[in-house]
């Protein structure tokens, strides 16, 4: 490696600035090695653990069983068809309904495409105005909708309890002791509602009507995740509380405190974002990042900050004051010749960062916006707030939307049941008690409630909180239910359900009026009364149909609130910022992260978020303390140990996780894992299911939720292994050194200055693309007997083609999860993924750049390239995986015999092999055998409703792989016959590029010159991943620009604005010596006719993957 | 050492052993030859409809057209079996006064006896699926209707059949057949439901097929992906 010295090589060589992908590889571990010299790891090919070799040849007996006996004809089948066909339903077609649902604290507006009355994928509603994508958790929230773990009562609609046991009973045994119980309350002094905040106008509506009818009742709200920072400054600063709405559209300068602003904030956020990323488009916003770990917005910062979270405020003060002196006509010199922002010590750091962003944001005025994450507390987030008033973007850029206001904190609330003040608490949904801090002991009020009166709790799993309640209902899911939410922009929305409540569920709203005594319970009813109002009056049926049908009206849309900052500026601190550069393990400090799946946890039981590997980390099933190499040095620890983490008395064990670019002596780390109850997929302690990740909230505390300060760091000298999808599918084979010399030009990316400069630097960046034979291939392509077909008066075949702009990809992860989702991909576990069998077929790729305390991140979405001359394919022996004629690089699933030799000649690792029928036998998928004897299979078989009917569900002993959803592209082509025209680019849409919010996926086809695909391929920045292996990859890559301040430059982006050379196009023969200055973007072809073919051989050698197979040969 | 012999009382056995031998081949050709083979298993499929529909009398006698029940044929993949609704349409059973439409016909007919048992309990008919593909196959009706393979190239003449039987073998190789070279089964879009209808000449039938293949930009693929997802 030679990234340590980078700094102070001269020669401009290949593999200077080269890319690492996990501090294993950095360091030339043992570990990595396996990764790069197996396929799979030592033991890939055993089975897991819990199949025994008897269960094994019992399932083996079965499947021969059943292949005697399947008989020679297909079995028989009836088709039962309605009695009567609604009108408009089409059986076997896809259908789009709208619908609007806050899932996780936030509004999504969505569309729901259903197959025969099932909702089967969450799509982006486009048409709405403020549509800007989806992100994880919305869809992923279809999984949800059929999670068997949901079904909570074997015999009964909800469950009471006397005093010793839990008793089935009716949803009317529930409305007769509800009625019971509301008679006796009188004006309510006894009776509290605890729930989550909320933006949904009919659930405040009924709350309201609870105060009017009971006065002295107690609202308590409270957010499991954030805490109070956000309302406590928020009341301080407008006399009311209010949310954050970000408008980052009009930012040219983004400067983001200890707030994970592009994951944080929502997909809309993102897609605002990106949409200034683009230098072709207009002027790049720029986005400075101060953070302690390491997260998604840090990797896609064009300047980032490693600092420690207690350092903040004093940073933004001391910012605050530069800015101030700035604008008062201040001017300093700087030197010349600075040496790089990453060669430099940690306070240099802090004070050149501080001066180049002051002087930032004097020049972008009222464009600049300061965010600051509700981690750093309310008077940073207030500080934050008046800076960007003085700077005018408040109310432009951020704005403030008023939100309702419980009248309790929980903490408040817990008091009044210790003084027995509460009698009767009803607990609308999310688990308070695995989601509050840990000075806040939720389970003993409740018990306390429950001893005294009736504790209700109505959520959507039989959970740790519903265990311990007197009445425990099953809440419907978002999908079946009816219900409102007005968005962050302020437009109103209805939640339509798309199905009836698969598990007899109610929704809160109805729940809410029964126990009212409201005349109306329908919760449509209740909906429509809520959109009449808010209509000026009433709507007609007309508008409400098309408020359903639409998603939204422009009429029914909350004006901006005007809010008037009260009271006078704080104080600023006058200490200025302190980089720490040493560790004390005496105090650390702990930062409480969202992990990308769980939320507070409520997703626990989701297997496609469970499985999902978190941004940068690459974990999956697990929660880790991340912290810098230095850090873990420092309390004696490496990766892989568990680490103490200690405030007083409470402490948690997590392993340890190292990871480049963290702030000295902090330690970032998950929320919502270690639930003893959460089902059979998240963990269930009852029966046997193994708790996934640690628990933090033992040393999470009320004040401050997101960040713990002064904690114990200590040793434990404990193996653990986390699963993580990190190093698996290295992408390359020969040697470290081979790496690093390739992996700049696997990603390319440039800052600002360098595209100015050289416009088509991606190119110099790539090694030489070598053209052999006709057309530049040895053999012919695919490609090129369509085109002579066309020629001839031929028909027009499309030819498919992808584009992935690595300046907008934010790394999200949510295209992940919609390929998982459209393609029906199973989930394998923990144990399968430690063995490097995961399934998903699109992964992001990370590189680090720098040194471990200091590195920059790059992100690639990886999937199937779709070579033209795939070397899949030449390897395959049934030929199950060919080309067709559009270019796409098909599987044919029942051809294959599953050799696997197409994953070993895959030089980007995409293919995926079914090990197991993950989705019956092994696994945690769709599976109906999965959990033999834990629940009824018939119970089970619910999972699989959620599996795309126009996917075939693979079995074992089968090679997949992205297919470019060849399920949509027929679909658009036979939509665009039956309207008897040729196919157009929108009629093609993959499930990665709609659930983009950053819009950095493109798709359509090539041979159309004015597709949007074929212009973005025709950019400058475009190049294909391995190209110089001639395997002509129909997917290319657009460049990453980071708009960086060149005072603010590392080593590698000033050597490569100072040395890169533009790539020369002149007659070939002068490339001799190799990589680096000659390239050639394969997509125009340049370098015409006649080729080189002196680098054939040179290429072939590093093409082809010599795996070692034993492990291989050993799985058979 | 010795050479082993067989002894003299194993002759007659060699007769047995090739006359097993023979047998062996004629069942290994029976059972992958004709048995197995598409055309003897599924060809002339005819399983017993719980109502003895006759397509000869309504599409044939009565020339009514397929897509008056089949109506999803032109927009979606499924050809649907019609709505128990489609069939009352003319066989309505008398209302509650006891009094039966003007236009409905055979309203007591005991054969119509689970159709009107259907449209009163509000339960489907469970209709036996006769043209089944297996499910890795995506087939798509409107993809072939828009582009004029008539309905008689798959089903055969549906208009002359009593019961509804499988015409075509539906296998793979018979699929390609047609995705090779489709020029025989193209018609007018307007006639593609017209299954008496027929093009008078063969060079007829060719010249029509270039201009529609053409026209419609038809180019059948024969690559995997197009049915196997």
């Given at each position: 490696m030679t990234s340590n010295d980078s700094a102070s090589t001269e020669t401009p060589s290949p593999g200077k600035h080269g890319y690492w992908r996990s501090l294993s590889e950095y360091h030339g571990r043992e570990e990595f090695d396996q990764y790069l010299h197996r396929e799979f790891p030592v033991g890939a090919s055993e089975l897991p653990d819990g199949v025994s070799r008897r269960r094994w040849l019992q399932l083996m007996g079965a499947s021969l069983a059943m292949a005697g006996a399947a008989g020679c004809r297909y079995p028989e089948e009836v088709i039962a068809p309605f009695v009567i066909r609604p009108e408009g339903r089409i059986p076997g077609e896809t259908y789009s309904r709208a619908t609007n649902i806050e899932l996780a604290g936030r509004a999504y507006n969505l569309l729901i495409n259903c197959v025969d009355g099932r909702p089967v994928k969450i799509e982006c509603n486009?048409?709405?105005?403020?549509?800007g994508g989806t992100d994880t958790y919305a869809q992923a929230c279809i999984l949800g909708l059929y999670d068997?773990?949901?079904?909570?009562?074997?015999?009964?609609?909800v469950i009471t309890r006397d005093e010793k046991r839990r008793i089935p009973a009716s949803w009317a045994d529930f409305d007769d002791a509800a009625s019971n119980l509301m008679a006796a309350a009188g004006d309510g002094a006894s009776m509290a509602v605890l729930m989550s905040p909320t933006q949904s106008p009919s659930v405040l509506r009924l709350l309201g009507k609870l105060k009017e009818k009971m006065p002295a009742a107690t609202l308590c709200a409270f957010d499991g995740v954030h805490g109070d920072a956000m309302q406590t400054a928020t009341t301080k600063l407008f006399g009311q509380p209010a949310k954050q709405v970000l408008s980052l559209k009009d930012a040219d300068l983004i400067v983001s405190l200890q707030c994970d602003v592009l994951s944080a904030a929502g997909p809309e956020v993102s897609s605002q974002f990106s949409s200034r990323r683009d230098p072709d488009e207009g002027k790049m916003n720029r986005l400075y990042v101060v953070e302690g770990g390491y997260t998604t917005t840090g990797a896609a910062a064009d300047a980032r900050l490693a600092l420690r979270p207690s350092q903040m405020k004093p940073f933004l003060d001391e910012l605050g004051r530069r800015v101030a002196a700035l604008q008062d006509g201040e001017t300093h010199d700087h030197p010349e010749d600075e040496p790089a922002f990453d060669a430099i010590g940690r306070p240099e750091r802090l004070e050149r960062f501080l001066d180049v962003l002051a002087h930032d944001i004097v020049d972008a005025g009222d464009k600049a916006v300061i965010v600051v994450g509700d981690a750093l507390g309310a008077e940073a987030i207030e500080a934050g707030v008046r800076m960007n008033r003085k700077l005018g973007s408040l109310g432009e850029l951020q704005k403030f939307a008023p939100v309702a206001k419980g009248d309790v904190t929980l903490k408040d609330l817990v008091a009044k049941i210790d003084n027995g003040d509460i009698k009767n608490l009803l607990i609308l949904g999310d688990n308070p008690v695995t989601t509050s801090p840990a000075d806040i002991d939720m389970a003993s009020a409740i018990a306390k409630v429950s001893a005294a009166g009736t504790s209700i709790y109505l959520g959507e799993y039989d959970d740790e909180t519903s265990l311990i309640c007197d009445w425990s209902l099953p809440l419907a899911h978002p999908l079946e239910s009816w219900g409102d939410v007005v968005n962050d922009e302020g437009y109103y929305g209805v939640c339509q359900p798309q199905i009836l409540p698969l598990l007899g569920g109610r929704t809160s709203l109805e729940v809410l009026a029964r126990m009212l005594g409201e005349d109306e319970i329908d919760p449509q009813l209740i909906v429509r009364r809520t959109a009449d109002s808010l209509g000026a009056g009433s709507l007609s049926n007309r508008q409400w149909r098309k408020l359903l049908h639409d998603g939204y009206d422009e009429t029914l849309k909350e004006a901006d609130a005007e809010l008037t900052i009260q009271g006078d500026d704080l104080t600023p601190s006058t200490a200025p910022p302190v980089a720490a550069t040493e560790v004390d393990k005496d105090n650390m400090e702990v930062l409480f992260q969202v992990a990308d799946g769980l939320y507070d946890g409520r997703f626990a039981n989701n297997g496609w978020l469970q499985e999902l590997p978190q941004p940068l980390t690459k974990v999956c099933w697990d929660n880790a303390a991340v912290m810098s190499p230095a850090t873990a040095a420092a309390i004696g620890l490496k990766h892989g140990l568990l680490i103490n983490l200690r405030i007083g008395d409470a402490k948690v064990q997590l392993p340890v996780y190292e990871m480049p670019g963290c702030a000295p002596g902090v330690v970032t780390t998950t929320i919502g894992y270690g639930r003893e109850r959460a089902g059979m997929v998240g963990g269930y302690a009852e029966k046997d299911v193994p708790v996934i990740g640690i628990d933090v909230n033992p040393i999470r505390f009320s004040d401050a939720m997101l960040l713990a300060v002064n904690v114990e760091g200590r040793p434990r000298f404990e193996e653990y292994d986390l699963a993580t999808t990190q190093d698996h599918w290295a992408i390359d084979d020969i040697g470290r050194d081979e790496t690093e010399l390739r992996s700049f030009s696997l990603v390319r990316e440039g800052s600002l200055a360098l595209w100015e400069k050289i416009p088509d630097f991606a190119e110099s960046k790539g090694t030489h693309v070598p053209h052999v034979g006709e057309d530049g291939s040895p053999f012919e392509e695919p490609l090129k007997i369509i085109k002579k077909e066309s020629e001839d008066g031929g028909p027009m075949v499309p030819q498919w083609g992808m584009s992935v702009d690595l300046s907008k990809c934010t790394g999200c992860n949510a295209c992940v999860v919609a390929c998982q989702s459209e393609n029906n991909i199973p989930i394998v576990g923990r144990e399968q993924v430690k063995n490097s069998r995961e399934m998903h077929w699109l992964r992001i790729d990370r590189y680090f750049q720098g040194d471990e305390e200091n590195a920059n991140v790059v992100q690639t979405p990886m999937s199937?390239?779709?070579?033209?001359?795939?070397?899949c394919e030449q390897v395959c022996p049934v030929a199950a995986t060919v080309h067709t004629n559009e270019g796409i690089n098909a599987m044919a699933y029942n051809r294959c015999i599953g050799t696997r030799y197409c994953a070993n000649n895959c030089p980007f690792k995409v293919r995926r092999f079914n090990y197991f029928n993950y989705n019956e036998d092994i696994g945690v998928g769709y599976g109906v055998k999965a959990f033999p004897g834990a629940i009824e299979n018939a119970n089970r078989k619910l999972q699989a409703l959620v599996v795309n009917p126009d996917v075939t569900v693979r079995g074992r002993g089968v090679m997949e792989k992205c297919t470019y959803c060849i399920q949509r592209i027929e679909k658009g082509k036979i939509k665009a016959r039956t309207e008897g025209r040729t196919v157009q680019d929108s009629d093609v849409v993959t499930a990665c590029q709609s659930a983009c919010s950053a819009n950095a996926i493109e798709f359509g086809n090539l041979a159309d010159p004015e597709s949007a695909v074929s212009k973005k391929r025709k950019n400058k920045r475009s190049y294909g991943m391995l190209a110089e292996l001639n395997v002509k990859p129909r997917t290319e890559y657009l460049a990453r620009i980071r708009n960086t301040p060149v005072r603010l430059m590392t080593a590698a982006q000033i050597d490569d604005l100072n040395n890169l050379e533009a790539p020369h196009h002149a007659a070939h023969g002068e490339h001799g010596d190799g990589h680096g200055e000659h390239g050639d973007g394969h997509a125009d072809g340049v370098h015409g006719e006649d080729g080189h073919d002196d680098h054939s051989g040179d290429s072939d050698s590093h093409s082809d993957e010599e795996k070692k197979t034993e492990g291989a040969a050993a799985a058979h | 050492m010795q050479r082993f012999l067989f002894p003299r009382w194993i002759n007659p056995l060699l007769g047995v052993l090739a006359i097993a031998g023979a047998a062996g081949a004629v069942f290994t050709g029976a059972m992958g030859g004709l048995i197995t083979d598409p055309e003897t298993l599924n060809v002339g499929y005819e399983p017993e409809q719980p109502v003895p529909f006759s397509h000869a009398i309504h599409?044939?006698?009565?020339?009514?057209?397929?897509?008056?029940?089949?109506?999803t044929v032109f927009e979606a993949a499924h050809a649907a079996v019609p709505p128990t609704a489609t069939c009352i349409n003319c066989h309505s059973p008398a209302n509650d006064q006891g009094i039966t439409a003007l236009t409905a016909v055979h309203t007591e007919s005991p054969k119509l006896a689970p159709v009107r048992e259907s449209w009163e309990t509000g339960r489907s008919i469970a209709w036996k699926r006769i043209h089944n593909l297996p499910e890795f196959v995506y087939f798509n009706h409107a993809a072939h209707v828009n582009s004029g393979v008539g309905c008689k190239s798959c089903h055969g003449r549906i208009d002359q059949m009593e019961v509804v039987y499988q015409h075509e073998q539906l296998s793979m190789a018979w699929c390609i057949e047609c995705h090779r070279n489709p020029d025989k089964h193209l018609v007018p879009l307007d006639k593609v439901t017209k299954l008496d209808w027929e093009f008078e000449t063969e060079e007829e039938q060719a010249k029509f097929a270039a201009e529609q293949r053409k026209k419609l930009n038809i180019n059948p693929q024969d690559n995997c992906a197009v049915c196997h997802r």
């Amino acid at each position: 490696m030679t990234s340590n010295d980078s700094a102070s090589t001269e020669t401009p060589s290949p593999g200077k600035h080269g890319y690492w992908r996990s501090l294993s590889e950095y360091h030339g571990r043992e570990e990595f090695d396996q990764y790069l010299h197996r396929e799979f790891p030592v033991g890939a090919s055993e089975l897991p653990d819990g199949v025994s070799r008897r269960r094994w040849l019992q399932l083996m007996g079965a499947s021969l069983a059943m292949a005697g006996a399947a008989g020679c004809r297909y079995p028989e089948e009836v088709i039962a068809p309605f009695v009567i066909r609604p009108e408009g339903r089409i059986p076997g077609e896809t259908y789009s309904r709208a619908t609007n649902i806050e899932l996780a604290g936030r509004a999504y507006n969505l569309l729901i495409n259903c197959v025969d009355g099932r909702p089967v994928k969450i799509e982006c509603n486009t048409d709405h105005p403020s549509g800007g994508g989806t992100d994880t958790y919305a869809q992923a929230c279809i999984l949800g909708l059929y999670d068997p773990d949901r079904a909570r009562f074997d015999s009964g609609e909800v469950i009471t309890r006397d005093e010793k046991r839990r008793i089935p009973a009716s949803w009317a045994d529930f409305d007769d002791a509800a009625s019971n119980l509301m008679a006796a309350a009188g004006d309510g002094a006894s009776m509290a509602v605890l729930m989550s905040p909320t933006q949904s106008p009919s659930v405040l509506r009924l709350l309201g009507k609870l105060k009017e009818k009971m006065p002295a009742a107690t609202l308590c709200a409270f957010d499991g995740v954030h805490g109070d920072a956000m309302q406590t400054a928020t009341t301080k600063l407008f006399g009311q509380p209010a949310k954050q709405v970000l408008s980052l559209k009009d930012a040219d300068l983004i400067v983001s405190l200890q707030c994970d602003v592009l994951s944080a904030a929502g997909p809309e956020v993102s897609s605002q974002f990106s949409s200034r990323r683009d230098p072709d488009e207009g002027k790049m916003n720029r986005l400075y990042v101060v953070e302690g770990g390491y997260t998604t917005t840090g990797a896609a910062a064009d300047a980032r900050l490693a600092l420690r979270p207690s350092q903040m405020k004093p940073f933004l003060d001391e910012l605050g004051r530069r800015v101030a002196a700035l604008q008062d006509g201040e001017t300093h010199d700087h030197p010349e010749d600075e040496p790089a922002f990453d060669a430099i010590g940690r306070p240099e750091r802090l004070e050149r960062f501080l001066d180049v962003l002051a002087h930032d944001i004097v020049d972008a005025g009222d464009k600049a916006v300061i965010v600051v994450g509700d981690a750093l507390g309310a008077e940073a987030i207030e500080a934050g707030v008046r800076m960007n008033r003085k700077l005018g973007s408040l109310g432009e850029l951020q704005k403030f939307a008023p939100v309702a206001k419980g009248d309790v904190t929980l903490k408040d609330l817990v008091a009044k049941i210790d003084n027995g003040d509460i009698k009767n608490l009803l607990i609308l949904g999310d688990n308070p008690v695995t989601t509050s801090p840990a000075d806040i002991d939720m389970a003993s009020a409740i018990a306390k409630v429950s001893a005294a009166g009736t504790s209700i709790y109505l959520g959507e799993y039989d959970d740790e909180t519903s265990l311990i309640c007197d009445w425990s209902l099953p809440l419907a899911h978002p999908l079946e239910s009816w219900g409102d939410v007005v968005n962050d922009e302020g437009y109103y929305g209805v939640c339509q359900p798309q199905i009836l409540p698969l598990l007899g569920g109610r929704t809160s709203l109805e729940v809410l009026a029964r126990m009212l005594g409201e005349d109306e319970i329908d919760p449509q009813l209740i909906v429509r009364r809520t959109a009449d109002s808010l209509g000026a009056g009433s709507l007609s049926n007309r508008q409400w149909r098309k408020l359903l049908h639409d998603g939204y009206d422009e009429t029914l849309k909350e004006a901006d609130a005007e809010l008037t900052i009260q009271g006078d500026d704080l104080t600023p601190s006058t200490a200025p910022p302190v980089a720490a550069t040493e560790v004390d393990k005496d105090n650390m400090e702990v930062l409480f992260q969202v992990a990308d799946g769980l939320y507070d946890g409520r997703f626990a039981n989701n297997g496609w978020l469970q499985e999902l590997p978190q941004p940068l980390t690459k974990v999956c099933w697990d929660n880790a303390a991340v912290m810098s190499p230095a850090t873990a040095a420092a309390i004696g620890l490496k990766h892989g140990l568990l680490i103490n983490l200690r405030i007083g008395d409470a402490k948690v064990q997590l392993p340890v996780y190292e990871m480049p670019g963290c702030a000295p002596g902090v330690v970032t780390t998950t929320i919502g894992y270690g639930r003893e109850r959460a089902g059979m997929v998240g963990g269930y302690a009852e029966k046997d299911v193994p708790v996934i990740g640690i628990d933090v909230n033992p040393i999470r505390f009320s004040d401050a939720m997101l960040l713990a300060v002064n904690v114990e760091g200590r040793p434990r000298f404990e193996e653990y292994d986390l699963a993580t999808t990190q190093d698996h599918w290295a992408i390359d084979d020969i040697g470290r050194d081979e790496t690093e010399l390739r992996s700049f030009s696997l990603v390319r990316e440039g800052s600002l200055a360098l595209w100015e400069k050289i416009p088509d630097f991606a190119e110099s960046k790539g090694t030489h693309v070598p053209h052999v034979g006709e057309d530049g291939s040895p053999f012919e392509e695919p490609l090129k007997i369509i085109k002579k077909e066309s020629e001839d008066g031929g028909p027009m075949v499309p030819q498919w083609g992808m584009s992935v702009d690595l300046s907008k990809c934010t790394g999200c992860n949510a295209c992940v999860v919609a390929c998982q989702s459209e393609n029906n991909i199973p989930i394998v576990g923990r144990e399968q993924v430690k063995n490097s069998r995961e399934m998903h077929w699109l992964r992001i790729d990370r590189y680090f750049q720098g040194d471990e305390e200091n590195a920059n991140v790059v992100q690639t979405p990886m999937s199937c390239s779709h070579c033209e001359t795939a070397p899949c394919e030449q390897v395959c022996p049934v030929a199950a995986t060919v080309h067709t004629n559009e270019g796409i690089n098909a599987m044919a699933y029942n051809r294959c015999i599953g050799t696997r030799y197409c994953a070993n000649n895959c030089p980007f690792k995409v293919r995926r092999f079914n090990y197991f029928n993950y989705n019956e036998d092994i696994g945690v998928g769709y599976g109906v055998k999965a959990f033999p004897g834990a629940i009824e299979n018939a119970n089970r078989k619910l999972q699989a409703l959620v599996v795309n009917p126009d996917v075939t569900v693979r079995g074992r002993g089968v090679m997949e792989k992205c297919t470019y959803c060849i399920q949509r592209i027929e679909k658009g082509k036979i939509k665009a016959r039956t309207e008897g025209r040729t196919v157009q680019d929108s009629d093609v849409v993959t499930a990665c590029q709609s659930a983009c919010s950053a819009n950095a996926i493109e798709f359509g086809n090539l041979a159309d010159p004015e597709s949007a695909v074929s212009k973005k391929r025709k950019n400058k920045r475009s190049y294909g991943m391995l190209a110089e292996l001639n395997v002509k990859p129909r997917t290319e890559y657009l460049a990453r620009i980071r708009n960086t301040p060149v005072r603010l430059m590392t080593a590698a982006q000033i050597d490569d604005l100072n040395n890169l050379e533009a790539p020369h196009h002149a007659a070939h023969g002068e490339h001799g010596d190799g990589h680096g200055e000659h390239g050639d973007g394969h997509a125009d072809g340049v370098h015409g006719e006649d080729g080189h073919d002196d680098h054939s051989g040179d290429s072939d050698s590093h093409s082809d993957e010599e795996k070692k197979t034993e492990g291989a040969a050993a799985a058979h | 050492m010795q050479r082993f012999l067989f002894p003299r009382w194993i002759n007659p056995l060699l007769g047995v052993l090739a006359i097993a031998g023979a047998a062996g081949a004629v069942f290994t050709g029976a059972m992958g030859g004709l048995i197995t083979d598409p055309e003897t298993l599924n060809v002339g499929y005819e399983p017993e409809q719980p109502v003895p529909f006759s397509h000869a009398i309504h599409a044939g006698q009565l020339k009514m057209d397929c897509r008056y029940c089949h109506n999803t044929v032109f927009e979606a993949a499924h050809a649907a079996v019609p709505p128990t609704a489609t069939c009352i349409n003319c066989h309505s059973p008398a209302n509650d006064q006891g009094i039966t439409a003007l236009t409905a016909v055979h309203t007591e007919s005991p054969k119509l006896a689970p159709v009107r048992e259907s449209w009163e309990t509000g339960r489907s008919i469970a209709w036996k699926r006769i043209h089944n593909l297996p499910e890795f196959v995506y087939f798509n009706h409107a993809a072939h209707v828009n582009s004029g393979v008539g309905c008689k190239s798959c089903h055969g003449r549906i208009d002359q059949m009593e019961v509804v039987y499988q015409h075509e073998q539906l296998s793979m190789a018979w699929c390609i057949e047609c995705h090779r070279n489709p020029d025989k089964h193209l018609v007018p879009l307007d006639k593609v439901t017209k299954l008496d209808w027929e093009f008078e000449t063969e060079e007829e039938q060719a010249k029509f097929a270039a201009e529609q293949r053409k026209k419609l930009n038809i180019n059948p693929q024969d690559n995997c992906a197009v049915c196997h997802r």
